[in-house]
């Protein structure tokens, strides 16, 4: 792909217990950001993290990234039914000179009652 | 008001139909952009208006013809389709282009073509 891959691509648990998804990227970044999309549904935005950040929180979300690595990590803690869903990072970097958001190729997460 | 709104969410079209997807929003954001989703794949990039000049074109076929006619609408005109270019068609917008911050995303529209 032109930017990076997720893993896994596709993740099952019980409802309570926590799910971790990484994303991986190729070049430099100006931050990268996770979006979540409901089956057919358009992208809802996240969390965004800037490329001298390394952790962010939000609510249940919890987003780490190290750019040594050029890897990022979403953990959602306390999975709730509703929680169901794709999860894509995405990079926002200077693609064949152009400034870009690109997405991985996602993580389908299920939580089971 | 943070909404994206696409029109239609489904348009069934021929081979040598001619149509067009609508797109609007009024959160006086400056760029605005249209992204092609097949089935269980990561959103495309295909074009990106930047105060209402076409930005990015990812050399996307002539047969797809983006227009911004002003800083809030967006519309993808569609002629002579290929069945391969069945999708949900994603539009999005962001306040500037410069290192795209938070995009918000319509709800997509579904097309097939036949």
């Known amino acids: 792909s032109q930017q990076g891959e997720e893993d896994p691509q596709a993740l099952s648990i019980q409802e309570g217990e926590n799910a971790t998804m990484n994303c991986s990227y190729k070049?430099?970044?100006?931050?990268l950001q996770w979006y979540r999309q409901n089956s057919g549904r358009g992208l809802v935005h996240l969390i965004l993290?800037?490329?001298?950040?390394r952790e962010k929180h939000s609510g249940r979300l919890r987003v780490t990234l190290d750019t040594s690595k050029k890897s990022s990590s979403l953990l959602i803690t306390a999975s709730r039914a509703a929680d169901t869903a794709s999860y894509f990072c995405?990079?926002?970097?200077?693609?064949?000179?152009?400034?870009?958001?690109?997405f991985g190729q996602g993580t389908r997460l299920t939580i089971n009652p | 008001d943070t909404e994206v709104t696409q029109t239609p969410k489904h348009l069934v079209m021929g081979m040598t139909n001619k149509k067009s997807l609508k797109c609007e929003q009024h959160?006086?954001?400056?760029?605005m952009y249209w992204y092609k989703q097949k089935a269980k794949k990561p959103p495309e990039l295909m074009f990106v208006?930047?105060?209402?000049?076409?930005?990015i074109n990812e050399s996307v076929p002539s047969r797809f013809s983006p227009e911004c006619p002003n800083s809030s609408l967006l519309n993808l005109h569609l002629h002579a389709l290929q069945p391969e270019d069945s999708a949900l068609y994603l539009c999005?917008?962001?306040?500037?282009?410069?290192?795209?911050?938070?995009?918000?995303f319509g709800e997509g529209s579904r097309l097939t073509v036949l």
């Open positions: 999005a917008s962001s306040q500037a282009m410069t290192w795209p911050g938070e995009l918000f």
């Open positions: 070049t430099s970044i100006n931050n």
């Open positions: 993290i800037r490329s001298n950040e």
């Open positions: 995405a990079t926002a970097g200077a693609f064949q000179g152009a400034q870009k958001l690109v």
């Open positions: 959160m006086g954001h400056r760029a």
């Open positions: 208006y930047s105060y209402e000049k076409l930005s």
